[in-house]
């Protein structure tokens, strides 16, 4: 599984972004995980998940979604920029 997070922009007079988590599957994931860098322009395909846990007392949710098809789009990458598992693990 390859988890990543997507910024959104906002259109209109609302600057700034949203930003989205990601779940790929199988060979989705690993091509994710070769060819995704931070900044990658992407187009995702898939279905809403949510979840809810426990964290100290709260109660917590989030939701995800889970990719049936990711799509790159833009140009290659260069040697330069900084691999998606890299940049994951920075952040």
Partial sequence: MAK??????RAGKEAGADFVWIAAWDRQAETCAEYLDK???VA???RL???SWEDEGKRRSAVEVSAHRVQFLGTPRSEEVTPFEAAAATT
């Fill in 49 to 51: 998940r949510s979840h």
């Fill in 39 to 41: 900044g990658s322009q």
């Fill in 4 to 9: 990543f997070l997507l910024a959104v922009d």
């Fill in 44 to 46: 995702v395909d898939g």
